[in-house]
């Protein structure tokens, strides 16, 4: 095993094998995981997948970043310099804007999602059954092919 082969945890479902669903729901998202990526067996799917994730996330540290600004603007005790002013001036978002945003980004991950089920997978997304389960898939299985755990 090479050098950066053998620092890589081996990971569940690595072909994405599509997984019958148990007679019992899932209990656990260890359980759940291999069959989420069974799921997702077609590769222009987990794209969508990922794009759609990586929207949401995009969207959403935006919404942090606003927020971080406004409460370093609203501290009288923070005292910046005026380059700095202006960063944390760019940064800002209105509450509506702010609101925008982070449904952009929830609406942007579902609609990408949901085109890779309904449209290439023709599946039903896992969603619908276990909502927290399938975020958590989400978020995990970007990661592993961000971190090169996982083939695309």
């Avoid at 990971?11 to 019992?24: D, G, K």
């Avoid at 380059?83 to 509506?96: D, F, I, P, T």
């Avoid at 702010?98 to 449904?103: D, E, H, S, T």
Wanted: aromatic share 12%.
């Amino acid at each position: 095993m090479s050098g950066n082969a053998a620092m890589l945890k081996q990971v569940v479902n690595p072909t994405y094998a599509p997984i019958t669903h148990p007679a019992t729901p899932f209990g656990t998202f260890e359980a759940f995981y291999p069959f989420y990526l069974g799921e997702h067996s077609n590769r222009v799917n987990r794209i969508f997948h990922l794009v759609g994730t990586s929207v949401a996330l995009t969207c959403h540290a935006r919404v942090v970043a606003a927020l971080v600004s406004y409460l370093l603007r609203r501290q009288t005790s923070v005292q910046v310099g005026p380059e700095v002013g202006k960063v944390l001036n760019r940064l800002a978002l209105s509450a509506g804007e702010a609101g925008k945003v982070f449904l952009t980004g929830i609406i942007g991950a579902y609609t990408c999602a949901w085109i890779g089920h309904f449209f290439v997978e023709k599946n039903r997304p896992a969603t619908f059954k276990y909502p927290l389960f399938s975020l958590r898939g989400d978020f995990r299985m970007l990661w592993e092919v961000l971190s090169l755990q996982r083939s695309l």
